[in-house]
Every structure is written in structure tokens, then in C-alpha cells.
């Protein structure tokens, strides 16, 4: 089987593509890097930055190069012993007219080949596992306002092009229903007689294949178009059509869609969409006609050697994830390393049926986040934020914003779920009133505390139980008033499979597990984290606030279970979807260590800052909320050499815009609070202003945590690579990385730079001065970056000492972490520091370290018996990597 020994995170698109992949090559191949790790490849809308917006999964993006551009490529990366993951996306497409698919499927409804392919809910409860009708229309959510206002208005016109008959809105055209072509031939025959045959010609052969259909259609139109009377004709019958609204009105009510307001999508929803995002449709993918029809391009690159791995995207929105991944072994077969995005929450783990090698790694995120943090200065903050800013708590807090979300944003597919439910509830008899029973679902859902269950089989497992159990126990409590329906819904979840229900029950829970999803991730990542500002660099993807003390001792044993179940899950600690680079994250966490300070410092800036406070209505502008989130934003992401750039203050305005609307307290993204937000921005702008004395107070303790936070990166990066797991680095990450959440963490990376930073470090490392070099350059991240190479240069050597080898603990106390790396003959002894306010000059009492050691990043030989000199071992470096010269 392929296995990476450490991976690259590229995000490509129009603006860094194949051809600048291939310019840094050989960089990552200098810098230990085997495996690039690549965004969607896949034709996407036009301009994408992400490549999740597929619209074509038969075709390479155009944008990103061309099928030769990539075999050059690989050619290097085969020279190279090198590989490729890469990312895909089975769980929607976009929902765009530049989609070939959506296109068929709105012109030609249910006749269209691929209508089956999309997750089209019904207008019917589903009476049966089967998978039910449709509706005819389908919702395309995408009006500023409603439909009649867009056609009274002009917004929408009726368009006789070289294609056909679309309905242009902006700068977009949506197909004319092929069945309402006789329709438009008889609003005026006098003027459309020559198209009447035509019209009967497109009826019937709109039942034709996709193929086929697309033949017709352009043979037919090429001749209308290039028959001026004819395309003359088409002209003046629009003209007609969109002077009347009535007129206008009534053809777009015969289409297979209904054009409607993007608002309509809080309150109703007909297909299912990707989160709450309107133009993401979801695949049916556990279909398999809709696997073997979306996944050739995908098999042919595998097939060919162009990849040797995928990532799949957002397993968790699949409706039998399991299902999905073993169709997929089966075509790839066994030697392709295979990771899902599943989002592990505290002391969840990863399903031992997968047929893949692990996840992405945010697990390990949130492990290495826990550890480098000083856990009583954390508490501190945490007093004195419900003190002095909301006594809500985390959990609370959570469910609340799950709550808020789901009734607020989605409240379209909680009816969808009551149509599945309602028949299941009734065949148990009469009992509560359907209002009661969605409230009950509502409820239960809000308090679903991991992503999902996957509910295979009937009954359910023991872990999916297990978190149901927890949920029911949550919701009562929340909710006394809906014990009843909760108690109605109950049985459900314990249904076993000789039912007569099983097989309704099992499509319904199911149904209902591709909902939570979405709901966690929008209600907490996308909102609760924006609230709840304790310490925001705990407001992460994979981490929470209210995850439990990660110290040495439990890092060891998480670390272990790793090795014995995922131990080759990639180690993440910043990917394209954090909320914040990972060492501007460990700044943030670095506040805890100084708290008192911090504290102190804080309610001084409170005063400071005071006059810019805007106040309207007892309400002020920022809330005291949102000051304290700014403060440690700021310290966050402010560069190294603290300088208050332009650039800087544009990246960090655009950051806090996206921060208050995620909020969603005093401003969001469908009704934008533009006074707020401007208010916010000038309480930035005044208190950066060098005029004022701000930044003389908060400077001179930005540049104290910059000082000790450079130590516990490098301790973040040496965890990350040597322990179980194989080490990813994102784009840029091979620097300090302090970037702000999207699309500030994608923007693009200067390699110019580092190459020439490598270059150097290769001279100095021949021609000596290197330690020097790294240390004097600091602030650039040179040391960060001599770390990475050193190591995985040493891992690319021995892949078995880290795919293979013992993880054995040697040392866990409050400021030092450490371990062996053990394989055969060869051990690795790594000690790094943790965040502490006690010093450990020297560490003693510590077993199996006896011999002789060589520190591989500095090259310092040292015996230890049963004691470490740490003073003297951190003298020319934070880090160490000890190698064991005991043969």
C-alpha cells in the first residue's frame, strides 16, 4: 500500500495551477515533503478559489492545467519516489447552469438522465426505504427578490439564443423546459408557425438519452439560428413575452423549477444542499449507478499513476458512508491510501469497519491545541470572561446557537425529516400533535453532540446508542416540556430488525444523521466559536472550548491509542478550513500562561479604549464581546516585526467583518448591521493609530508572547512530525503561519521567498553557521522551517521507525514533553517544552533514555543516564531529536 511520510497541502485554482505547482517541486522534495495533497481537480465554477464547487467530475479543471501539464508533473514526482493524494468531493456538485448535469436536469425534469443523480426530496412522506417521486418543481433559490417583484421589475427576461430559450436573471441563464416548447409555439403561431414541427420534435426527443438529446438539440437550434427569418422570429416572440409579466409569469411556472427567493430557503427546501449553502446540491451518491457514473476521471487517474490516494471530502453528509468507502476500495483496490474529513470529537473514534487508512487529522489539532496550553491560566480567563462578559456556558451556549440555527436557517429540511417521521410516528397510534413531535426533533437535534451516527443496520450500534442516550438525556433536560415527544421519538432509535418499520426506520435515521451533520458544524463551528471568546484559540475545527486537560501524561495515551488505530491519519495542525493559522492559534493559547496579565491589561485597554466605544439605545459598538475577541485577534495575527501595514489592516478588517456576521448578534450575513460593522472597523482603526497609546501597552506584550510562542510552535511542528501519524503541512505552514480563517488562510503563498530561504539553508548547512543562521532569522520562521526539513529528511530514511515503531513515553511533566520512537535497532528520543510557569532546569528520574545519544538537529553528542540537562540540551535549539548511537 502507498503511505506518505509527510504530505503538502495545495490549494489550487486559476491563480496557482499546475504550471506554479511544478516550479516548487523541487523546494518540497528539498524540504522532505513525499506526497502532494491537492484541492479538488475537477472542473469547478469558473473562478473558484477552492475547486469544491464541482461541475464536472469527468473533466480536469481547465483552469488549474491541462492532462499533459500533469503527466510532467508526475513524471517529476515518479523520479522523486513522490506520490499524489487527492481531494474528492462525493457528497454535492454545484448548483449552476455551468453544471452539464443541473443544466439536463433543468431543462428536461424527471425525463433527464441524471435527475436521479441529485438528492431531490419529495413532496410525499417516503413510504418505503425505496428512494421516492420527486417533485416537479425543483427550488432555485437564487432571487434577490421574489419571483412576480423580479418579473414586474425586468430582472428576468426571456432570451432566444444560439442555444435555445433561457430566462436570463444577472449573469445567468436558466434552460427553457423542453416539454413547454409547444406552449411557447402557440402563444402566437402567426409568428412561430415554422417551429411548430420542431416543437413536436423536441417533445419526444427530450425522452432520449443525454447524449443524444444534446445532438438533437444542437442540430435543431443551429438550424433556427442560422436561418435569419427563423432566429429573427425567435427575437421578436421574446420581445412579446417579457412585455407581458402575466405572460412571462405563466412559462416559468411550467418549468421543471421554481425560481424563487434565496430567503425561501429558510423556511423551505426541496433538494439537499451542501451546509446551508444554496448552490451546492448533494448527490445521491449511495446509488450506484450515480458511483459508477461520477467516479471514471477519478479511477482513470489512479489507474494511470497520476494518483495514489484520495482524501474524501465531508464523509459524514453521505447517506451509508461505509457503503460508500467500500464501493470505493473495491475500484482503487488495495494499495491506495485512502483518509476521510471526519471530525472526531472528544473521545470519539474513528469507525473501525472504514476500509481507509484514518482522517485528515483534526484530532490530532485538537490533541497537540490541548497540550501547548497552561491549563490553570485558561480557568483564570475563563472567570473572568463569565464575569465580566457572559455567564453562559460553553455547552449551554452550544445548543443554543444549534437551536437558533436550525430554526432560523433550516428549518426547510427539519420539515423534510417530519415528512420521513410522521408515518412512523402514526403507526404507533395517536399521541401528540405534529407540532409537538417536530419540536421534540428540533430539540433532540440541537443536542446531538458529535457530528452523526451511521446506522448501518438495526439495531443500532453500541457507540451510535451511546451518543444517543447522551442526546435524549440532554434534550429532557433542556426541554422538560417535550419529555413526551422526545418519548415518542425514542423507540425509534431502539428499533430492532425485525420490525415491520425496520426498513422505514433505517432510511429515516439515516436521513436524519445527514442533517446533524451540517447542523454541528454551522451552529458551533460557524457560530458558537464566534461567541464564545474564553480563549479563541480554542475555537477550532477538531478542538473546543469545552474539550477536556490534555497535559503530557494524557497526550501520551491518546498518542498510543493513535498508533494502535489510526496511525496513519495525517497530523493537521492547519488546514484550508481552520479558523486560524496554527501559530497565530498558539499565541492565543500563549495567553494563558500569563493570565494575570493579561487580565490586568485588559480591563486597562477597557479604559483606554474607552472614548471609541460608540453607544446606541444602551446598546455599544463593539459589544464588550467582540473587544475582547479583537485584542486576541490582534495578538494573534499581528507579523512578527509588529509592524501596523496597510495590508495587514485590510486582511484583519476583512476577518472581523466575516467574525461579527458568523456571530450573529449584532450583524449576519443575509441582513448586514452596516452601522455596526463600520463602528467596529473605526474602534480598530483608532485604537492602531500611532497617535494613540494602545498600542504602547499592548505592543510591548505582543512582542513578550511572540518571544515564547516561537519555542511552542517549534514544539507544535516537532509533535506533529514524529508522532504516530504521517505529518501534513499546509500551504505557507512551512513558515510561521498567522493567517486569519478564509479566505485570509488561502491566499497566495509567497515561494519565492522560500526557496531562496532553502537555498541558503542548504549553503550554510555545508559551509557551517547554520544554528546561527536559523536563530538570527527567526522572525521569518527559518527555524521553523530547518525543523521540518531535518525531520523529514530523517523520516523519508527510516519510514518504518514512524509507520511502524513503538511510541513509548519517557517523560510527562508540566513544562516538558517526551518520547521514543523505537523500531528494530533504532530509537528516537524527542523532548520539547510545554506552556508552564515552573522551571525544569534538569529532568530526573526518567528510564530507558541510558546510552549514548546525537542530537540529529544539532548534531550535539551527549550520555544520559537517568536525567536530561535541559539548559544544556535547549542551549543551541528549542527542540530536540535525539538518535541513538547504542548499536
Not at 439495531?459 to 426541554?479: N, R, V, Y
Not at 472581523?656 to 474602534?683: G, M
Not at 497609546?693 to 514524529?722: E, H, N, V
Request: aromatic share 12%.
Amino acid at each position: 500500500m502507498y503511505t506518505p511520510t509527510a504530505t503538502y497541502r495545495i490549494q489550487l485554482c486559476h491563480g496557482f495551477n499546475f504550471s506554479q505547482l511544478s516550479d516548487i517541486l523541487p523546494y518540497l522534495y528539498e524540504l522532505g515533503i513525499s506526497t502532494i495533497y491537492a484541492s479538488p481537480v475537477t472542473r469547478a465554477v469558473p473562478g473558484s478559489e477552492h475547486g469544491y464547487d464541482v461541475t464536472n467530475p469527468l473533466e480536469l479543471n481547465p483552469e488549474i492545467g491541462t492532462p499533459e501539464a500533469w503527466e510532467s508533473i508526475t513524471s517529476f514526482l515518479k523520479d522523486h519516489n513522490m506520490g499524489w493524494v487527492q481531494d474528492i468531493v462525493p457528497n454535492h456538485m454545484a448548483y449552476s447552469t455551468n453544471n452539464p448535469w443541473i443544466y439536463d436536469v433543468l431543462e428536461r425534469g424527471r425525463r433527464s438522465d441524471f435527475y436521479s443523480f441529485f438528492d431531490i426530496i419529495p413532496q410525499s412522506p417516503a413510504r418505503s426505504a425505496k428512494i421516492p417521486q420527486a417533485p416537479i418543481h425543483i427550488m432555485l433559490p437564487f432571487l434577490e427578490k421574489e419571483l412576480r417583484d423580479c418579473v414586474n421589475e425586468g430582472n428576468i427576461q426571456l432570451v432566444f439564443g444560439a442555444g435555445g430559450f433561457f430566462f436570463r436573471y444577472k449573469n445567468q441563464a436558466y434552460p427553457v423546459a423542453t416539454s413547454t416548447y409547444d406552449w411557447i409555439c402557440a402563444v402566437i403561431p402567426e409568428l412561430f408557425l415554422p417551429l411548430l414541427a420542431w416543437a413536436d420534435k423536441a417533445g419526444s426527443f427530450a425522452f432520449l438519452p443525454w447524449h443524444e438529446w444534446i445532438y438533437f438539440k444542437k442540430k435543431m437550434f443551429d438550424e433556427i439560428w442560422n436561418t435569419p427569418r427563423l432566429k429573427d422570429l425567435g427575437g421578436t416572440y421574446c420581445n412579446y413575452i417579457n412585455q407581458d409579466p402575466h405572460l412571462l409569469e405563466e412559462l416559468l411556472f411550467h418549468q421543471h423549477y421554481q425560481l424563487c427567493s434565496w430567503k425561501t430557503s429558510f423556511t423551505k427546501m426541496n433538494y439537499r444542499r451542501f451546509f446551508a449553502v444554496n448552490s451546492l446540491i448533494c448527490l445521491r451518491m449511495e446509488d450506484e449507478n450515480v458511483f459508477s457514473n461520477w467516479h471514471p476521471l477519478l479511477y482513470s487517474l489512479y489507474n494511470n499513476g497520476l494518483v495514489q490516494g484520495f482524501r474524501v471530502d465531508h464523509i459524514d453528509g453521505l447517506f451509508d458512508p461505509e457503503a460508500y468507502l467500500k464501493r470505493l476500495r473495491a475500484l482503487v483496490g488495495a494499495d491506495a491510501y485512502i483518509i476521510t474529513e471526519k471530525i472526531l470529537q472528544e473521545n470519539e473514534e474513528t469507525i473501525p469497519s472504514w476500509p481507509v487508512q484514518g482522517t485528515t487529522g483534526y484530532d490530532f489539532l485538537s490533541f497537540v491545541n490541548q497540550l501547548l496550553t497552561d491549563h490553570s491560566g485558561k480557568q483564570k480567563l475563563k472567570d473572568y470572561f463569565n464575569k465580566q462578559i457572559s455567564e453562559e456556558s460553553y455547552d449551554d451556549l452550544v445548543f443554543d446557537k444549534k437551536w437558533a440555527f436550525l430554526n432560523s436557517h433550516l428549518e426547510g429540511e427539519l420539515n423534510n425529516l417530519m415528512r420521513w417521521l410522521t408515518p412512523l410516528i402514526l403507526k404507533k397510534g395517536p399521541g401528540l400533535s405534529p407540532e409537538n413531535i417536530r419540536k421534540a426533533l428540533a430539540v433532540l437535534m440541537a443536542a446531538f453532540p458529535v457530528y452523526r451516527i451511521y446506522a448501518d443496520k438495526l439495531p443500532l450500534s453500541e457507540t451510535d446508542q451511546h451518543w444517543m442516550d447522551i442526546a435524549f438525556a440532554k434534550a429532557t433536560g433542556k426541554s422538560p416540556e417535550s419529555a413526551e415527544g422526545l418519548g415518542m421519538l425514542r423507540p425509534l432509535f431502539n428499533t430492532s430488525a425485525e420490525d415491520e418499520s425496520a426498513k422505514e426506520v433505517l432510511y429515516f435515521l439515516r436521513r436524519w444523521a445527514q442533517y446533524t451533520a451540517p447542523l454541528a458544524a454551522k451552529g458551533t463551528e460557524d457560530t458558537a466559536f464566534y461567541n464564545y471568546n474564553v480563549l479563541i484559540g480554542h475555537n477550532e475545527v477538531g478542538d473546543s472550548p469545552g474539550h477536556s486537560i490534555v497535559d503530557a501524561k494524557k497526550f501520551h495515551e491518546l498518542m498510543k491509542q493513535r498508533q494502535q488505530k489510526a496511525g496513519l491519519s495525517l497530523n493537521a495542525t492547519s488546514t484550508h478550513d481552520t479558523k486560524r493559522g496554527e501559530d497565530n492559534r498558539l499565541r492565543i493559547n500563549l495567553i494563558s500562561l500569563f493570565a494575570d496579565e493579561w487580565i490586568s491589561l485588559n480591563e486597562k485597554w477597557n479604559l483606554l479604549n474607552g472614548p471609541f466605544i460608540s453607544a446606541h439605545e444602551n446598546k455599544r459598538s463593539p459589544s464588550a464581546n467582540d473587544e475582547y475577541l479583537i485584542y486576541q485577534a490582534l495578538l494573534g495575527a499581528i507579523p512578527e516585526d509588529q509592524r501596523i501595514s496597510m495590508n495587514f489592516r485590510k486582511r484583519f478588517d476583512a476577518y472581523l467583518t466575516k467574525a461579527l456576521r458568523e456571530e450573529k448578534q449584532e450583524t449576519n450575513w443575509e441582513t448586514p448591521n452596516e452601522v455596526y460593522e463600520k463602528e467596529c472597523h473605526d474602534f480598530v482603526n483608532q485604537i492602531l493609530s500611532p497617535t494613540h497609546k494602545f498600542l504602547s501597552s499592548f505592543l510591548p506584550f505582543a512582542k513578550l508572547i511572540i518571544s515564547r510562542s516561537g519555542i511552542f510552535s517549534l514544539s507544535q511542528t516537532l509533535l506533529k512530525l514524529t508522532a504516530p501519524g504521517i505529518p501534513d503541512i499546509y500551504q505557507g505552514a512551512d513558515l510561521w503561519d498567522l493567517s486569519l480563517v478564509d479566505p485570509d488562510n488561502r491566499l497566495p503563498v509567497d515561494f519565492e521567498f522560500r526557496k531562496k530561504k532553502m537555498e541558503t539553508i542548504i549553503l550554510k548547512e555545508k559551509e557551517g553557521g547554520l544554528l546561527a543562521y536559523v536563530e538570527e532569522h527567526r522572525a521569518e520562521g527559518m527555524q521553523k522551517l530547518f525543523l521540518i526539513r531535518k525531520i523529514l529528511h530523517f523520516r523519508r530514511d527510516h519510514p518504518g521507525l514512524f509507520n511502524t515503531g513503538e511510541y513509548i513515553p519517557v517523560v510527562s511533566t508540566a513544562a516538558h514533553i517526551g518520547f521514543i520512537r523505537a523500531n528494530q535497532d533504532l530509537r528516537l528520543l524527542i523532548l520539547a517544552p510545554l506552556p508552564s510557569t515552573r522551571e525544569e532546569p534538569r529532568l530526573s528520574g526518567i528510564s530507558g533514555i541510558q546510552g549514548r545519544w546525537k542530537n540529529i538537529l544539532t548534531g550535539q553528542e551527549l550520555g544520559l543516564g537517568d536525567s536530561i540537562d535541559t539548559v544544556l540540551l535547549f542551549k543551541s535549539f528549542p527542540v530536540a531529536a535525539l538518535l541513538s548511537q547504542n548499536h
